[in-house]
């Protein structure tokens, strides 16, 4: 997991908060999606935060400013990590 690999817009998804987590959350097995999302949002720490579903999914919640020191353009919302094989999602909220 490289910031140049974030960059690559072929690996990103954006998504939307409100339309996007709830129906995540189900299709992950990750009831408490949406809690866990925002509570790193209020307090992010550079190495992320590891959040584990029922279907046997994990996921990586980060922001990749602050975990590669980085300066990308919406590096600094919360993004999901799946696995380079998978897109990662860049949270956006609609203002």
Do not use: S
């Amino acid at each position: 997991m490289t910031l140049d690999w974030f960059k690559n817009p072929d690996h990103v998804t954006y998504v939307e908060k409100e339309k996007f987590i709830d129906n995540f959350a189900k299709e992950t097995g990750i009831p408490n999606l949406r809690k866990e999302i925002e509570e790193f949002e209020a307090r992010p720490t550079p190495e992320g935060k590891t959040v584990k579903g029922t279907r046997r999914t994990t996921l990586r919640l980060l922001v990749p400013n602050l975990m590669f020191g980085g300066d990308m353009d919406m590096g600094d919302n919360v993004w999901i990590y799946l696995g380079e094989y998978y897109p990662a999602y860049c949270i956006y909220q609609e203002e």
